[in-house]
């Protein structure tokens, strides 16, 4: 089945600093890629996705990186804020979503 | 705020006792999800539904028993639990199962319900 691995587990960034978070999965069949927000006590909610047939997307502060080749994707998170803190999530998908280990955010005001 | 409700949030139970955990979303999405997540651990999927039928179960224990009435409520069924079994239990839905090509891919998943067995 597919595995996804995440680096790094925690993340402490100053606020207004750049946040990375890389995945890579095994799974060639993969063909959509999410990544979640879990605040503390919520459910996980979706930030961005990037499908495939695609090498980046991004959506304001917000960006997604993927190299099929090498099977690995990455979030990237700009000019961070106190309210990005939380766990990040990535996943891998074709039938079924395989998550990621996750990453705890800590943005330091 | 999100579109999947799932009650109670919390619920702690005996190892003797029988519960229900119950799921419900008006988005007219076809799948629906069980999932199990542990501190400081991901989403562990355990049963899929899709058309209110089981698509997929991740060889959950069979005190663990799901039930998908309509396309709208998914609900638990818990009896005989084992202390290890407390956990957050959040429920998702999506327009499809992953994989078909029409699918949008996201999971829209509820607060969860957190299950503590004594």
């Known amino acids: 089945g597919e595995n996804v691995e995440q680096h790094p587990s925690t993340l402490s960034v100053q606020e207004g600093d750049s946040a990375v978070i890389k995945c890579t999965y095994s799974d060639s069949a993969s063909n959509y890629f999410p990544w979640y927000k879990q605040e503390l006590g919520k459910g996980p909610q979706l930030i961005i996705d990037i499908r495939s047939n695609v090498g980046e997307k991004k959506d304001q502060r917000i960006a997604v990186t993927l190299n099929k080749t090498a099977k690995h994707f990455s979030l990237h998170i700009t000019e961070t804020q106190p309210e990005d803190s939380a766990v990040y999530f990535c996943a891998a998908s074709y039938q079924k979503v395989t998550f990621g280990t996750g990453t705890k955010l800590q943005v330091i005001p | ?118």
Not at chain 2, 10 to 19: A, E, I, P, R, S
Not at chain 2, 56 to 81: D, Q, T, Y
Not at chain 2, 87 to 92: F, G, I, P, V
């Open chain 2, 1 to 118: 705020d999100t579109e999947v409700t799932q009650t109670p949030k919390h619920l702690v139970m005996g190892m003797t006792n029988k519960k229900s955990l119950k799921c419900e979303q008006h988005m007219g999405h076809r799948a629906m999800y069980w999932y199990k997540q542990k501190a400081k651990k991901p989403p562990e999927l355990m049963f899929v539904y899709s058309y209110e039928k089981l698509s997929i179960n991740e060889s959950v224990p069979s005190r663990f028993s799901p039930e998908c009435p309509n396309s709208s409520l998914l609900n638990l069924h818990l009896h005989a639990l084992q202390p290890e079994d407390s956990a957050l239990y959040l429920c998702a839905s999506s327009q499809f199962l992953s994989g078909r090509a029409e699918n949008t891919g996201e999971l829209f998943f509820g607060e969860g319900s957190r299950l503590t067995v004594l």
